[in-house]
């Protein structure tokens, strides 16, 4: 009977632990990155491969993630660029706005700004935006905004800061360092054009304009220091329809950016738009993708889908099935990379059980700090499991 007893314990505890396996297996496949034929997945894995054996090596690895109010509040991409620089060196921020967006948020960098009114292309359609969709306009000739990184240092900043002249005047814009001394800039005489001008600072650093400039974004790069950038590009409210908004110049600045890889963060705003015309929506995407092709020929591109999502706890956004379904499918005819945030989470309807754990909001919708945290662990696993699979 003993025998017996322990025979059934045996046969108990192996059969839990190979539940548990297939279990752990099964999120392990979830949470994958996966390469539907990306012509640069390989060459942007084997980058990242020679930085992380190399972190002296003056690599910079550019990442920019587009998206809506998931990127929006840098919570996602915050700690899946902490995660990154970790592993792989600290090269610097990357983009920013010009200056803090209401409703939004930098978990890198604060900003002190006065006399500035910010245009944004969630809301206005009839002006000559740069990439992001915000302008600071001057009020007055005395606007100033100051640009301080939340972990201050006193190594040298390349700075790229995209503005352009109302008035063909001099002296619209003007730089000045950490210590007040005056930073000298040159940029071409030309009024309504957007150009960009560089320079290096220490931080943290001020910008002067008077009421005939306007700024668009802004990069913050370590000077000379190799490591990875994560750039978070986005708009709360945003669809990926926003960057027909955006002037003409904008993919100059997409192409001027170095990008290595592209993430595409969008569809939860369309999943709720009980109109949506699918064929548009599908023909908006490939050729959003193929914009970024020939802006960024040797870039690789991810398409992440949105996190679970419900309208209540018995009902998901009625175009919610339809953009899960067209993602998946552009990733594959248009061979990117992709990221299934739902089935990262633990499939359809997982958003009410994180909901539980305190890591979704009660709109079910957007997640809590915790939440956005754990999600980007675990992409920057699935992530970096891809990068390994590619050495």
Same mark, same amino acid.
């Given at each position: 009977?003993?025998?017996?007893?322990?025979?059934?314990?045996?046969?108990?505890?192996?059969?839990?632990?190979?539940?548990?396996?297939?279990?752990?297996?099964?999120?392990?496949?979830?949470?994958?990155?996966?390469?539907?034929?990306?012509?640069?997945?390989?060459?942007?894995?084997?980058?990242?491969?020679?930085?992380?054996?190399?972190?002296?090596?003056?690599?910079?690895?550019?990442?920019?993630?587009?998206?809506?109010?998931?990127?929006?509040?840098?919570?996602?991409?915050?700690?899946?660029?902490?995660?990154?620089?970790?592993?792989?060196?600290?090269?610097?921020?990357?983009?920013?706005?010009?200056?803090?967006?209401?409703?939004?948020?930098?978990?890198?960098?604060?900003?002190?700004?006065?006399?500035?009114?910010?245009?944004?292309?969630?809301?206005?359609?009839?002006?000559?935006?740069?990439?992001?969709?915000?302008?600071?306009?001057?009020?007055?000739?005395?606007?100033?905004?100051?640009?301080?990184?939340?972990?201050?240092?006193?190594?040298?900043?390349?700075?790229?800061?995209?503005?352009?002249?109302?008035?063909?005047?001099?002296?619209?814009?003007?730089?000045?360092?950490?210590?007040?001394?005056?930073?000298?800039?040159?940029?071409?005489?030309?009024?309504?054009?957007?150009?960009?001008?560089?320079?290096?600072?220490?931080?943290?650093?001020?910008?002067?304009?008077?009421?005939?400039?306007?700024?668009?974004?802004?990069?913050? &790069?370590?000077?000379? +220091? #190799?490591?990875?950038?994560?750039? @978070? =590009?986005?708009?709360?409210? !945003? *669809?990926?329809?926003?960057?027909?908004?955006?002037?003409?110049?904008?993919?100059?600045?997409?192409?001027?950016?170095?990008?290595?890889?592209?993430?595409?963060?969008?569809?939860?705003?369309?999943?709720?738009?009980?109109?949506?015309?699918?064929?548009?929506?599908?023909?908006?995407?490939?050729?959003?993708?193929?914009?970024?092709?020939?802006?960024?020929?040797?870039?690789?591109?991810?398409?992440?889908?949105?996190?679970?999502?419900?309208?209540?706890? &018995?009902?998901?956004? +009625? #175009?919610?099935?339809?953009?899960? @379904? =067209?993602?998946?499918?552009? !990733? *594959?005819?248009?061979?990117?990379?992709?990221?299934?945030?739902?089935?990262?989470?633990?499939?359809?309807?997982?958003?009410?059980?994180?909901?539980?754990?305190?890591?979704?909001?009660?709109?079910?919708?957007?997640?809590?700090?915790?939440?956005?945290?754990?999600?980007?662990?675990?992409?920057?696993?699935?992530?970096?499991?891809?990068?390994?699979?590619?050495?």
């Amino acid at each position: 009977m003993i025998k017996l007893l322990k025979y059934i314990i045996t046969i108990v505890t192996i059969t839990v632990s190979v539940g548990c396996s297939v279990a752990e297996s099964k999120t392990d496949a979830q949470s994958t990155v996966v390469d539907f034929g990306d012509p640069n997945a390989k060459q942007f894995a084997q980058r990242l491969n020679s930085l992380a054996r190399n972190r002296n090596g003056n690599q910079v690895v550019n990442i920019t993630q587009f998206g809506d109010s998931h990127s929006a509040a840098d919570f996602f991409t915050g700690e899946f660029r902490t995660l990154m620089q970790q592993k792989y060196g600290d090269a610097g921020i990357g983009w920013i706005t010009p200056v803090a967006i209401k409703g939004q948020n930098h978990t890198a960098v604060g900003w002190k700004a006065k006399d500035w009114r910010v245009i944004t292309s969630r809301t206005v359609s009839d002006v000559d935006f740069p990439m992001g969709g915000f302008i600071a306009k001057a009020t007055n000739d005395l606007a100033t905004i100051q640009i301080t990184p939340k972990s201050l240092d006193n190594k040298n900043w390349q700075v790229k800061l995209t503005f352009r002249a109302l008035k063909n005047t001099p002296n619209l814009l003007s730089i000045y360092d950490a210590d007040g001394k005056k930073i000298n800039i040159s940029y071409l005489p030309k009024s309504r054009v957007w150009q960009t001008v560089s320079f290096v600072t220490k931080n943290p650093f001020t910008i002067k304009g008077n009421r005939d400039v306007e700024i668009g974004g802004i990069w913050l &790069n370590r000077s000379k +220091k #190799s490591g990875v950038i994560v750039s @978070s =590009i986005a708009t709360n409210g !945003a *669809k990926q329809s926003i960057w027909q908004k955006w002037g003409s110049s904008w993919l100059k600045e997409l192409s001027a950016s170095k990008s290595d890889l592209v993430i595409l963060e969008y569809g939860t705003n369309e999943s709720f738009d009980e109109t949506l015309d699918v064929n548009d929506y599908r023909k908006n995407l490939v050729n959003n993708i193929r914009q970024i092709r020939r802006a960024l020929p040797n870039a690789a591109i991810l398409l992440m889908t949105p996190p679970d999502t419900m309208v209540n706890e &018995n009902k998901i956004p +009625k #175009s919610f099935s339809a953009i899960m @379904s =067209i993602q998946k499918q552009v !990733a *594959k005819s248009e061979k990117t990379l992709y990221w299934n945030w739902q089935a990262a989470m633990g499939g359809a309807g997982s958003v009410k059980v994180w909901q539980k754990r305190g890591l979704t909001r009660p709109d079910l919708v957007h997640q809590t700090l915790q939440g956005y945290k754990e999600s980007a662990k675990i992409f920057y696993t699935g992530f970096n499991e891809f990068i390994k699979r590619n050495k």
